[in-house]
């Protein structure tokens, strides 16, 4: 797990944890440990379960930024090495002050699932991955697009005020 799904620093405890457990306990685990424990849900079960780690969650905030979103949800920003994960995540921070919607940390997974699962449904896909994959894929076009959006600072504020 820890080579495959390219997150060396959990211990070996923390993975046989994650494996211990139940479908519905690790997707209740909340934000923390996610881009783990997502990956043991979908080889448990692909059809129902996605991988959510810091490439999403930047390429769905992105989408919101660069959509114009009124009453944008975002999703926290998973610790990642990627360079244009550490610079979107920055913009983010100096965008909104951390007074934007933010999804419930204990339902970022369940609510993330249900986006795509609207997706899939409006686009006549089956696969969610098929999503995943692409907002993975996307994620630095998609956070490149957003820092150039043109709506500045207070308009993030803005929104945050509503």
């Known amino acids: 797990m820890a080579k495959w799904g390219g997150v060396p620093s959990n211990k070996e405890e923390t993975i046989r944890t994650y494996i211990g457990q139940s479908e519905d306990e690790l997707a209740g685990r909340g934000a923390g440990g996610v881009a783990t424990w997502s990956k043991i849900l979908v080889l448990r079960n692909p059809d129902r379960y996605a991988i959510f780690d810091a490439r999403v969650a930047m390429a769905l905030n992105a989408l919101q930024i660069a959509q114009d979103h009124e009453r944008p949800i975002f999703f926290p920003n998973l610790p ?17 002050n951390g007074d934007a919607h933010q999804a419930y940390p204990s339902r970022v997974y369940s609510i993330y699932l249900q986006v795509l699962r609207e997706v899939a449904r409006r686009v006549e896909l089956e696969a969610l991955d098929e999503i995943e994959m692409t907002l993975f894929a996307q994620a630095e076009v998609l956070a490149r697009r957003a820092m150039s959006h043109p709506s500045g600072p207070e308009h993030f504020s ?3 005020a509503e």
Not at 80 to 96: G, I, W, Y
């Open 80 to 96: 990642s090495k990627n360079t244009a994960a550490k610079a979107f995540h920055d913009f983010m921070r100096a965008r909104d």
């Open 158 to 160: 803005a929104i945050a």
